[in-house]
T-cell receptor, first 112, second 112 residues
Framework: DAKTTQPTSMDCAEGRAANLPCNHS???????VYWYRQIHSQGPQYIIH???NNETNEMASLIITEDRKSSTLILPHATLRDTAVYYC?????????????FGKGTKLTVNP | ETGVTQTPRHLVMGMTNKKSLKCEQH?????MYWYKQSAKKPLELMFV???????ENNSVPSRFSPECPNSSHLFLHLHTLQPEDSALYLC???????????FGPGTRLTVL
């Protein structure tokens, strides 16, 4: 899987949009960009994923640059419950081997 | 609620004990996974089962023994563990191996 780079931590005011960046400059053409988050001591929660096009669901939006070397996860109206570690993962299932690799992620703190 | 449950949520055991962790998924998925998350370390994939067959073992010590009796249940049998095995053990499932993984809440294991 391609290596991803994320800021260690970010802060956001409650009610504002949280924009979490991720760099994946070595991503291959058939690797998906996945986002998960993990609230302290709980299991990771799937948020969204995409390949080339921007994606939106009830939780967030995913903006992928045209060259696919970076992406941004957008939480449109952050709440205190969105405080968590957010993981950006470039994932390819190939050759019978599972390689969903979680890095250190971004610790997002939503402040009142 | 993710549809993946794990029991127990917390477990304290001595090094000579034998215990088992249980995972159950109610999502109709065919692939199930065990991950380990040690303090301040990224998630590490341990085992993968696809249609009840073990397809991946990432060099996990034999004191960890997985069992998958059917597509909905996954166990991790533990015996003669070491204190360094203390961690959050996470179960996940996906429709098939190439698809999005959904995680359970985890079992916090402490080995004394």
């Amino acid at each position: 899987d391609a290596k991803t780079t994320q800021p260690t931590s970010m802060d956001c005011a409650e009610g504002r949009a949280a924009n979490l960046p991720c760099n994946h400059s070595t991503i291959s053409g058939n690797e998906y960009v996945y986002w998960y988050r993990q609230i302290h001591s709980q299991g990771p929660q799937y948020i969204i994923h995409g390949l080339k096009n921007n994606e939106t669901n009830e939780m967030a939006s995913l903006i992928i640059t045209e060259d696919r070397k970076s992406s941004t996860l957008i939480l449109p109206h952050a709440t205190l419950r969105d405080t968590a570690v957010y993981y950006c993962i470039a994932h390819l299932y190939q050759g019978g081997s599972e390689k969903l690799v979680f890095g250190k992620g971004t610790k997002l703190t939503v402040n009142p | 609620e993710t549809g993946v449950t794990q029991t127990p949520r917390h477990l304290v055991m001595g090094m000579t004990n034998k215990k088992s962790l249980k995972c159950e998924q109610h999502l109709g998925h065919n692939a199930m996974y065990w991950y380990k998350q040690s303090a301040k370390k990224p998630l590490e994939l341990m085992f993968v089962y696809n249609f009840k067959e073990q397809t991946e073992n990432n060099s996990v010590p034999s004191r960890f023994s997985p069992e998958c009796p059917n597509s909905s249940h996954l166990f991790l049998h533990l015996h003669t563990l070491q204190p360094e095995d203390s961690a959050l053990y996470l179960c996940a499932s996906s429709q098939e191996r190439r698809y999005t993984q959904y995680f359970g809440p985890g079992t916090r294991l402490t080995v004394l």
